[in-house]
């Protein structure tokens, strides 16, 4: 199974920007579908983004269109999630996931089956 780890997060003030990253080791990630999610505190995990592992296919959730944005970095063989415009309520773990090769990706959470660690993203004055 993919072994995945996040990077990029921590503090930011609103209205601010941040780029997560999602790596793997020991495995190309181009093969796999990736989907970002988030999880505030008390509150389900959400989906937030996907790109389909030809790179050509993305999805949003309404709740960030327009201010995040996925791409892949073949030769780094990393994933990243650009979030600009932050508000306090992007407050929360993000977690990156790999899921089935598929040409048109969904953030749907049943889809993925690797999941790395999370990394702590705090929007704040």
């Known amino acids: 199974q993919v072994q995945l780890v996040e990077s990029g997060g921590g503090l930011v003030q609103p209205g601010g920007s941040l780029r997560l990253s999602c790596a793997a080791s020991?495995?190309?990630?181009?093969?796999?579908?990736i989907g970002w999610f988030r999880q505030a505190p008390g509150k389900e995990r959400e989906g937030l983004s996907c790109?389909?592992?030809?790179?050509?296919?993305?999805a949003y959730a309404d709740s960030v269109e327009g201010r995040f944005a996925i791409s892949r970095d073949y030769a780094k063989n990393t994933v990243y999630l650009q979030m600009d415009n932050l508000k306090s309520e992007d407050t929360a773990i993000y977690y990156c996931?790999?899921?089935?090769?598929?040409?048109?990706?969904?953030?749907?959470?049943?889809?993925?089956?690797?999941w790395g660690q999370g990394t702590q993203v705090t929007v704040s004055s």
């Open positions: 790109i389909g592992n030809f790179g050509e296919n993305a």
């Open positions: 996931a790999a899921g089935a090769s598929t040409l048109y990706c969904s953030i749907v959470e049943s889809q993925y089956n690797a």
């Open positions: 020991g495995e190309t990630l181009g093969v796999y579908t």
